[in-house]
């Protein structure tokens, strides 16, 4: 003998709650009132194959929020006394609105059945819904009923009893509230799960989104604890702050706005209508920039106009901040002595870091187009684009989000992109998702291309930023759906892309946005690049010449007649050195496998100093080809140099970049996919596949370049 089954019943006021529960019980049943309010409180019985179920008609709300007291009492009544299965009561004729409870039950976590209820009604007005098509994308089983007629009470009921013994957990939906709330959300929960404190079965983000919607009764919960309010109220005062200056709305309405983008991605799916729509003024844009071809369409024009944009923005800043550094250079070496430590400031440190320095302004401009992209709400779209794209190769739809975070309208990071594929559940994908996000071109690669672009194809430079987007996802996703019909094989499960309405910018929060990313870029360049640059200043400057053949070089350079001759003397001394220390010899080694490729020893260095961040492949490149510099009248920035150097050409830089693409994905996101995917393994695998992968397409483009006459 199994326990008592007790349903509880929730639904939007006059969705037809008491008609179901009425249809349900019949007379047997009995009214009160909730204890301390004057909301009625309605039990009954149910029976369902010879057995009693117990039914709980709550009090009609719209909402989970603690707004009014039949809310407060609905949701009280779910936490404190979690009945078995709650039964939505759905007012078909009128359901974007009516889902934006089912949502919120879901966002809790109650197990769930949909009575998709007046569905007489919804027909009539010539809608036609599609009940099978909402269960898969919501999860959750949906009945179409008819409740004043007493259709579909059977098998509402039979719905509700079968989850109610599958004796399911609570789980909660996790959707995504656009990247400042989401963050947000991540911090405060943070916090909560790091506190001693008990919340039931309530999970942290569910809370942490509670807090930051600034939901009252939760909020007097965790004041119960100083300890905790302490430190949970003021991160919740300042992310609300942050999000209030970004997007000039408070993170409640901000929520709501992404429920209804989720559910709009619902409806689009599953209700067709035979008569024209009342459209708002999203609806009328998405059925534009959301369309098969146009949408596409107008994508590649907003991504060309982008990259156009950006490369225009940032010329003239550009070469003033390289000019500066050059000027820096010479400065510092006009004030120390020749010696070690100028050879540290002038090569290390100023030749390395003010190279990735000096595209600072071009990635500001990059993350100001990805701030508009973003705010206007327009990113949501190009993420329900790519779906389609992604399916075709077998990635989710939950995977689109992961790759354009980690770059992929360039610009961005892996390491969130890996962590963003946590929205998916079905593992493979998600496995297939984590190891496409490195292909991606993420802010880091941004700077390798800019100067390869500045030096070798200087008069195409959008198109050239633009072809590489569109390899790095041909490549990014003929990876993935390699793995997916090989390691990774699988299904793909149902997927709701949520379309929020889209929002004006502000240029406050477009610029609060851009000064947060170029910011951390900065910052990068300032610790971790700056330590890396030293490190591989040391190894191309140590160890020195042996002193006899030191010695004959002074005497040549002595001996030399003229300036000119001197000089060309000593560029082959500053050769002979380089040749010598420990990144000329490791360099030189890798030649062995480098050369079909077209890199020279100094693009190895630099490819294995990548492997800390990308960026230190410039910074890496600037050492190298500041320390061969011996006429400092000469100096110049480092795209110049390498315009100049007789070693390269468009096609070893073309190589190069499709290599820099592709191979081993930075130090920060091997960690992140260790974390992420639970051990070393796969860590590996994506070192070795992609690096694999990105030597075999290097050697394909030079050689089949060299083949055609190229470079
Ligand atoms: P509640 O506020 O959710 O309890 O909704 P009620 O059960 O009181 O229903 C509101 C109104 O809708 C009543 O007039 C019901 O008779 C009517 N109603 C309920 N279910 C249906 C249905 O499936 N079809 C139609 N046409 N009317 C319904
Ligand atoms: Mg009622």
Known sequence: MSRQVTIALSGNPNAGKTSVFNAL?????????????????????????GRAVRVVDLPGTYSLTAYSPEELVARNYLIGQRPDVVVNVVDASNLERNLYLAV????LGVPLVICLNMVDVAESRGLKIDAGKLS??????????????????????????????????????????????DQGVAEVAAILQGSQERH????????????????????????????????????????AGHIKSTMDDDPDSIIADYRYGYIAGITRQVVSSEREARMDLSDKLDRVLTHRLMGPL????????????????????????????????????????????????????????????????????????????????????????????????GLHGNSVMALMVGGGISGGCAVPGVMAARTL????????????????????KLPVYSLLIAAFFAHRQAEMLFLLTLISWGLGLSAAKLLRITLLKGQQAPFVMELPPYRAPTMKGLLIHTWERTWQYVKKAGTMILGVSVLMWAAMSFPGLPHEQEAAWQKRI???????????????????????????????????????????????????????????????????????EVNPEEAQSLSKRLAAEPGWNPLKAFALMIFVMIYAPCLATVVMIRKETGGWRWALFSVLYNTIIAYLLALAVYQGGRALGLG
């Open 25 to 49: 019980t019949g007379a047997r049943q009995h009214v009160g009132n909730y204890p301390g309010v004057t909301v009625e409180y309605k039990e009954g019985l149910a029976h369902h194959q």
């Open 104 to 107: 919120q039950l879901m966002e």
């Open 136 to 181: 898969q994308l919501l999860g959750v089983p949906v009945v179409p009923t008819v409740a004043r007629q007493s259709q579909g009470m059977n098998q509402l009921l039979a719905a509700a009893v079968e989850l109610a013994q599958s004796d399911p957990e609570w789980r909660p939906l996790n959707i995504s509230y656009g990247g400042d709330v």
């Open 200 to 239: 039931g079965l309530l999970s942290a983000r569910w809370l942490a989104v509670k807090c930051l919607e600034g939901d009252q009764e939760v909020i007097e919960r965790v004041e119960e604890s100083p300890e905790l309010a302490g430190k949970l109220l003021p991160v919740c005062r300042r992310v």
């Open 298 to 393: 107008f994508l590649f024009s907003v991504l060309y106009a982008i990259y156009n944009f950006v490369f225009w923005a940032s010329e003239v800043p550009v070469v003033w901040f390289e000019e500066f550094f050059v000027w820096l250079g010479g400065a510092v070496e006009g004030l120390l002595p020749p010696g070690v430590l100028r050879s540290l400031i002038v090569s290390g440190v100023i030749g390395g870091v003010g190279g990735v320095l000096g595209f600072a302004p071009l990635i500001a401009f990059m993350f100001f187009a990805i701030a508009i992209m973003e705010d206007s709400g327009y990113m949501a779209r190009v993420a329900y684009i790519m779906d389609r794209v992604l399916r075709m190769f």
């Open 425 to 444: 559940k079905d593992p493979k994908a998600r496995l297939a998702t984590i190891l496409t996000v490195p292909f991606m071109n993420c802010g880091a």
């Open 558 to 628: 002595q001996a030399a007649p003229g300036d000119a001759a001197r000089l060309d003397v000593e560029a082959g001394r500053a050769r002979d050195q380089l040749a010598h220390t420990l990144a000329g010899r490791a360099g030189r080694a890798l030649t062995v496998f480098t050369d079909p490729l077209g890199f020279d020893w100094r693009a190895n260095v630099a490819l294995v100093g990548g492997f800390a961040a990308k960026e230190v492949i410039v910074s890496t490149l600037g050492v190298a080809y500041s320390l061969g």
